[in-house]
């Protein structure tokens, strides 16, 4: 009996030790944790604490999400409705947060960081920074106004800085009508939530030769003047037997050099330039212009879907070095790679904030063009980047083509099981002094030449008809 | 809790006080924070709707003064903590509940009013407990039955049948399922404690199996059961219940790790092979990442908790209402927010201070049955409490059960007070000197 006692008061001690824990346990949840969970913009209490959310502002200062007492149900209203989205996302009470409201959140949301200890205690709320994009509302305007009613994306940057100056993605969605129709949005198979031209997956299609001639010719391996055969159909032997690699239209090219093969996009020769680079040679420089990573920007979701250096067999690989088989990229993984040749061989990070600031309005970042990736040297850079002019003065991309100021460009028309090519366009401009750079892609829009490039025509026609729109 | 040390002093039998003024004290004090509360609440902005509910509160002090007069004219000699604490725990959650949902006010009134009944007539008509051991084998069997009769008839709730509902009022079974499985456990192991006693040698080990294994057997029934009915809570509860009591009759340290370490195994096995199980865990480690679907509760909690702070939004000014399930099993996470950390840390303190209370009387009652039945009760009191205020903090992943007498619900409520009458006739016990 007394040792049941003794063990009964054991029991009771194991019991008096455990809430011991679980009282430490809620103090820090109460109190250390609590700055973190309040400040949480899920948190219904916080929907009457809208007031102390930063703003997001164009680079000019147009505000673009604003925080206001009387918007029901989430305090926010976004002012430039359906031009700025999806990128700039949405805050909704039931649904949570998306896109650049989801991603600056810890910025834009006030903070009870206190160094003040009674302050700390009392848990004072300080306001959300304002965030300045580098977005310039009058290219971005015009580019959701140039994509119009077609399902794609069009990227434009300062290629110099990496500055993203325009991003337009269609099909998107109404944020005040976000609640409402939540559930056809999210099921919606043409996905309005994607942000495509930094989330979109598509096969590049000839936009990528750009990558192989490039590689190719900082290998050696290649010259611009490198003659290839092309007789419209190069067949290869495999061993589940002979892949032909065609032209597209049944086209022949007869004897071209590699620049030709560029201006003309001719598979059959950029097929030879890829295995003539080698499998790793090959794998090195998707490595180098960034193709295997999701690049250092807070949109990207998604990774680049370069195959893996195994499944690289020869058949493979010359699909692949002109841009098909198993091979997508996001438009921005081909914007950046496109700087690289307008920018000397460097990539830079791309950003998309230009500045942020605080309560008192003190500066507290301010974007600064950083070097991601050094793919090419200039040399080489130069060289492509004159074979692209030809590509716009005389090959696919003339729908591109300015009276008084040099385009630099790429056409692409990536086939894929959705039907009719992708149209693909990308460029900069003026070719020797790049201001901006532009991607555009059409989903089945047919060929690149004819449909992505008029689109970045009428683009580069208003960038440069009022000159000094960047600041 | 001044008179606590007077009480409890350092005697093992406390002496009895004629007109019980300790309890007579606490009331009065209870009946203060009382006056006050329901000051606060009308002062803030809450709307009660047609019928302001205010009334029932008076009516639940009132029983309670009521039931302390009684106990003095029956010159009973119980501890005379366990009145003002339950009377304290059962007006705050009446309280809360009055704040949560007034509409809900009336209605837990009749539930505490139907539990001090089951107390007044079980101290009245039950001249000693110490019968119940005669009829173990009927609790074993009636809590069986029931629970098993809940599985197959009950209302389907949420993907688990737990409840019988009787249109009026429902009923939750296993709130006396598991007091009837303690009564049985403590005569059981008072019956063959002699044989569990023995050192293990070659000639007491077969002995001691034909004494483990109908009690394995039974445990490991008793949890499927809950496993299958998905009551994880009540299958934590019985489990911490069934190890204490096993560690107390045995003092085998040996078995009570490896029964720590198998269930730890059939933890393992429910999180392999039960979906609903892996979601809950999954949902404790990160509630953030489902925070709009199976984190949703408790994400909310974590709000109201942190919106508290140290000294809580007060009484009627947090927002609890977003979390589901606040006024029941979610109730702790509404006091944290409105009275704060101070707030929840008395609390624990007053729960700490009962379960002290009841693991005396096991200490000081004279015989096995009764020592081995109060401490049953202490320690699944101690544990529910614990397991339902750590899995509202996010300390342990959630489980569904009741904090007693705080949460809103009659079967929760009145089983408290059945086992609260049990526990004053044991702690009496020890004065009868």
């Known amino acids: 009996m007394n040792k049941i006692r003794e063990y009964t008061k054991k029991l009771f001690r194991l019991y008096m030790i455990l809430f011991f824990i679980l009282g430490m346990y809620i103090g820090y949840i109460q109190v250390a944790k609590s700055g973190e969970f309040m400040s949480n913009t899920d948190n219904p209490r916080n929907y009457e604490k809208m007031n102390l959310r930063g703003t997001i502002f164009t680079r000019d200062g147009k505000p673009l999400a604003i925080s206001r007492d009387e918007v029901k149900p989430s305090g926010r209203a976004f002012p430039e409705k359906n031009i700025y989205e999806p990128y700039l996302g949405y805050l909704s009470v039931k649904f949570g947060k998306g896109g650049l409201e989801d991603k600056l959140d810890k910025f834009l949301r006030f903070s009870t960081k206190n160094t003040d200890f009674i302050d700390y205690l009392m848990r004072k709320e300080t306001k959300g920074e304002n965030v300045y994009l580098t977005i310039d509302p009058r290219l971005q305007q015009a580019a959701v106004k140039a994509l119009g009613e077609r399902k794609g994306a069009v990227v434009m940057m300062n290629p110099r800085t990496g500055e993203i100056l325009a991003l337009a993605s269609y099909p998107s969605f109404d944020p005040d009508k976000l609640d409402k129709d939540w559930k056809k949005l999210t099921s919606d198979k043409d996905s309005p939530f994607l942000i495509r031209p930094v989330n979109g997956s598509y096969p590049p299609g000839s936009v990528f030769k750009l990558f192989t001639l490039a590689s190719c010719i900082e290998e050696g391996v290649v010259t611009p003047d490198t003659v290839f055969d092309c007789s419209g159909d190069y067949a290869m032997d495999y061993e589940l037997g002979t892949y032909h690699i065609r032209e597209a239209g049944g086209a022949a090219h007869g004897s071209v050099t590699a620049v030709d093969a560029l201006v003309h996009s001719c598979n059959v020769g950029f097929a030879q330039m890829g295995l003539k680079l080698g499998k790793n040679k090959f794998y090195e420089y998707a490595g180098k212009f960034g193709f295997t990573e999701k690049p250092d920007f807070m949109l990207c979701e998604t990774e680049p879907g370069f195959p893996a250096k195994d499944v690289l067999t020869p058949t493979q690989l010359a699909q692949v070095a002109f841009g098909q088989g198993e091979l997508t990229l996001s438009p921005l993984s081909i914007a950046l790679m496109t700087s690289a040749f307008a920018n000397g061989g460097k990539i830079c990070k791309p950003q998309i904030i230009k500045s942020r600031v605080d309560e008192k309005g003190k500066v507290v970042y301010k974007c600064e063009a950083e070097v991601w990736k050094t793919p090419v040297s200039m040399e080489t850079a130069k060289k492509v980047r004159d074979a692209m002019i030809q590509v716009v003065e005389r090959g696919t991309g003339t729908a591109a083509r300015m009276d008084t100021i040099k385009v630099a460009g790429k056409t692409g028309s990536a086939e894929n099981p959705f039907g009719e090519t992708h149209a693909w366009f990308t460029c900069f401009a003026p070719a020797e002094d790049p201001k901006i750079l532009i991607v555009v892609i059409v989903e089945n829009g047919g060929g690149g030449g004819k449909t992505a490039a008029p689109v970045a025509k009428e683009l580069l026609d208003l960038y440069f008809s009022k000159p000094g729109t960047q600041k | ?433």
């Open chain 2, 1 to 433: 809790m001044k008179s606590d040390k007077k009480t409890a002093g350092t005697s093992m039998f406390p002496v009895y006080h004629k007109g019980r003024p300790d309890e007579r004290m606490l009331l009065a004090v209870i009946t203060m924070i009382f006056l006050l509360a329901i000051y606060i609440i009308h002062r803030s902005n809450l709307e009660f709707g047609k019928f302001d509910p205010t009334i029932t509160g008076f009516i639940i002090l009132a029983s309670f003064w009521a039931i302390h007069f009684f106990l003095i004219f029956r010159k009973e000699k119980g501890d005379e903590l366990f009145l003002p604490l339950a009377a304290f725990l059962s007006i705050l959650g009446w309280i809360i509940v009055f704040r949560l949902r007034p509409q809900l006010a009336s209605k837990q009134m009749i539930w505490i009013l139907a539990g001090e009944a089951v107390f007044l007539l079980w101290i009245c008509f039950v001249k000693d407990y110490r019968v119940l051991e005669d009829f173990k084998y009927l609790f074993l069997v009636g809590a069986v039955s029931l629970q098993a009769a809940v599985a197959i008839f009950g209302k389907e709730v949420n993907g688990a049948k737990l409840w019988f509902d009787f249109g009026v009022f429902s009923f939750q079974p296993v709130e006396f399922v598991k007091i009837f499985l303690t009564v049985f456990l403590a005569a059981y192991l008072k019956q063959n404690r002699e044989i569990l006693d023995k050192p293990i040698n070659r000639d007491s080990i077969g002995l001691l199996m034909r004494y483990i294994i109908p009690l394995l057997v039974l445990w490991g029934a008793a949890q499927m059961v809950l496993v299958l009915q998905k009551d994880l809570g009540m299958a934590l509860l019985l489990f911490g219940t069934f190890l204490g009591l096993f560690y107390a009759s045995t003092r085998k340290t040996g078995f009570t790790a490896l029964g720590i370490a198998l269930s730890v195994g059939g933890a393992f096995l429910l999180y392999r092979f039960f979906p609903h199980m892996r979601v809950r865990i999954n949902t404790w480690l990160d509630p953030w990442a489902t925070a709009q679907d199976s984190g949703y509760q408790i994400v909310q909690a974590l709000y109201a908790i942190a919106n508290g702070g140290l000294t809580g939004a007060g009484l009627g000014m947090g927002e609890p209402s977003s979390i589901p399930a606040i006024y029941t099993d979610y109730i702790f996470a509404a006091i944290l927010e409105e009275l704060g950390l101070w707030g929840g840390i008395v609390i624990l303190g007053l729960f700490l201070v009962l379960i002290q209370r009841m693991f005396k009387s096991s200490v000081c009652s004279k015989d096995e049955f009764s020592a081995f039945l109060a401490l049953g009760l202490g320690l699944m009191f101690a544990t529910q409490v614990f397991v339902i205020i750590a899995g509202t903090v996010k300390m342990i992943p959630l489980t569904g059960i009741t904090l007693p007498f705080i949460s809103y619900g009659g079967s929760s409520i009145v089983a408290n007070f059945l086992m609260l009458a049990i526990m004053f006739q044991i702690s009496s016990g020890c004065r009868n000197q």
